[in-house]
Nanobody
């Protein structure tokens, strides 16, 4: 059974940094795409960044230049380095993976940016 587990969320002051991790397990096939989404109460989930198995990356305009997505295909783990965090980055962050045509989601990790 495929499982995605996020970690690394927490409370940070504006201008600070956090690093999120998403570990995928339970599949013999490497995810073709892994991405980060975030969601605030009452709003739709929005894509933050994605990275393909081949290393292609893209970012939402709101985080470009501040966030960096990466992945380690050997251990099927994706990372999101978040720098210069702003209060508007406060959200639950979710990991998503596309594996053999199926979508999988993690349970999320909360990021709160506040002084």
């Amino acid at each position: 059974q495929v499982k995605l587990v996020e970690s690394g969320g927490g409370l940070v002051q504006p201008g600070g940094s956090l690093r999120l991790s998403c570990a995928a397990s339970g599949s013999s096939v490497s995810p073709s795409v892994m991405d980060w989404y975030r969601q605030t109460p009452g709003n739709q989930r929005e894509m933050v960044a994605f990275v393909t198995e081949g290393g292609m990356k893209n970012y939402a305009s709101s985080v470009k230049g501040r966030f960096t997505v990466s992945r380690d295909n050997v251990i099927n783990t994706m990372y999101l380095q978040m720098d210069d965090l702003k209060p508007e980055d406060t959200a639950a962050y979710y990991c998503h993976a596309l594996i053999a045509g199926h979508d999988y989601w993690g349970l999320g990790t909360q990021v709160t940016v506040s002084s």
